[in-house]
């Protein structure tokens, strides 16, 4: 795969040297031109030396602060962290009906995220709550992310507005500029709009999280054959010049602020023209995106538990698996979109968001691997049990009975004595396990002077107060 490695990025230095990227808007133009960077029309044009020098100013890993410290958590290097479903405005149920997603369906995926052992952040767009003014719904979502959580946060997306209110909120929960500049307290995506732009909601996202050292992801998500060429070679090349221009641009910013590589680039149906995540071609995206990015000592985001099916299904199923699978393996430092998606991250599901709990810990236990030493290869006692004989009754066997196999919480096994097939078990246990997990949540503790000093924040700027009291 090195040549492969080698051949793409040759390709992307080349695009952004003779195509360039096109950024709308001015001041970041202006940050450009300051730094000796050909702009012509509103397209920069980047010499090799240029990319890679500013890239470099980036660093290769970066710890996010929870207002809980114990979920402190380094993104990049090898570190492998999770985060949920993102940007679905619509949830379906287990029968396959859809429905507009709620406020009151973001704060209920807030608590279950808070209640999961598999997530280290929460936040940003769950959900896209329908029933709240857009455009307050992302310093509402914050606010709730904050007073339910004490988790790392995601941010939510916008343009100036956005950023800087949600800057103003994370000073009256954190501190001053500068204690947010010593410890980046919130990420968030900033999509670049393929082929080869920037629009300007990004930038201004950028440019705001970027002067207040707050991570952003730039995150390309190009479809072959659509918003990029049908060939993989051919998005993926323009996938990564496109990353590495916005990451350049961050660095010219604030020399030295963390950043994502981002890589979200798909196939496209080009029977359908639909896009198909939970496709072969999608996996080789999120492969080559990791190593891109570890090659260019980069944190990395892309993958999740993704897929093309319109209801939790067996398709829902493998395709996921396949995908989350790859993202482990690659070491994905970031994986969005780990729990919850479906119809190729349109929609959200609450039996899926248990069933991808499940996916992660198959995976992650097989990953883990296991101990192979004299007592784990047990030789001693294969000899004492011999041929013919049993290994039930044997105090090896109960010494490792507990923690030696993969105990699932969704699959079932045995015999089915309730139910009238698998799926009706299972989807059972899924229940059961999203009831424990919501009636098993609890409030984190907070201050009541932040939360009523956001509260004045938010009625200030116009957001009804009263749907979250």
């Not at 482990?328 to 190729?344: P, R, T, Y």
Request: hydrophobic letters at 40%.
């Amino acid at each position: 795969m090195r040549d492969n490695i080698n051949n793409i990025h040759k390709g992307s230095m080349k695009i952004l040297e003779e195509v360039g990227i096109k950024f709308h808007h001015e001041e970041t133009l202006e940050i450009l031109r300051s730094n000796d960077i050909k702009v012509s029309d509103n397209i920069a044009y980047f010499k090799r030396d240029q990319i890679m020098k500013w890239c470099n100013e980036a660093p290769n890993k970066f710890t996010l602060y929870a207002r809980n410290p114990k979920y402190n958590i380094e993104i990049g290097e090898e570190n492998v962290e999770f985060a949920p479903g993102y940007g679905a405005a619509c949830i379906v149920d287990i029968d396959g009906n859809k429905r507009s997603s709620l406020y009151d369906d973001y704060v209920k995926f807030i608590k279950i995220v808070h209640q999961s052992d598999s997530f280290n952040i929460n936040g940003g767009i769950i959900v896209e709550p329908t029933d709240i003014d857009i455009k307050n719904s992302a310093p509402v979502m914050l606010y709730s992310t904050i007073t339910h959580s004490d988790k790392c946060l995601m941010g939510g997306a916008g343009g100036l507005r956005e950023a800087e209110i949600i800057m103003n909120m994370l000073k009256i929960t954190f501190g001053s500029k500068e204690e947010l500049k010593k410890k980046p307290r919130i990420i968030a995506i900033v999509n670049t709009t393929s082929p080869l732009m920037f629009d300007k909601n990004s930038l201004e996202t950028m440019l705001v999280y970027a002067k207040h050292n707050q991570p952003v992801i730039v995150t390309p998500a190009a479809m072959t054959g659509m918003t990029a060429p049908v060939t993989l070679a051919g998005t993926i090349a323009l996938s990564n010049a496109e990353a590495l221009a916005g990451i350049a641009v961050a660095q010219m910013i604030n020399k030295g602020c963390p950043v994502v590589y981002g890589f979200q680039s798909s196939r496209a149906d080009m029977r359908t023209g639909s896009c198909s995540l939970g496709s072969p071609g999608t996996g080789w995206c999120i492969a080559y995106g990791a190593r891109l990015a570890k090659e260019y000592g980069l944190p990395c985001r892309g993958g999740g538990a993704n897929n093309d099916a319109k209801t939790v299904s067996v398709q829902s199923g493998y395709e996921s698996m396949m995908a989350m699978m790859i993202s482990c393996q690659e070491k994905m430092n970031l994986i969005i979109h780990s729990a919850g998606v479906l119809d190729s991250n349109g929609a959200m599901s609450y039996e899926k968001f248990i069933i991808d709990l499940e996916i992660t810990g198959m995976i992650k236990n097989y990953l883990d691997g296991f101990e192979i030493n004299d007592d784990t290869l047990a030789v001693d006692l294969i000899k004492e049990v011999g041929p013919g004989g049993e290994f039930l009754s044997t105090e090896h066997t109960i010494k490792y009975c507990r923690k030696e196999p993969f105990k699932p919480e969704v699959s079932h096994r045995g015999v089915l004595k309730n139910f009238k097939d698998t799926n009706e078990a299972n989807i059972s246990n899924v229940k059961k396990k999203l009831d424990k997990m919501l009636n098993n949540y609890e409030k984190p503790d907070i201050s009541l002077d932040i939360k009523i000093k956001l509260l004045k924040y938010l009625k200030s700027i116009g957001a009804d107060v009263k749907q979250m009291m």
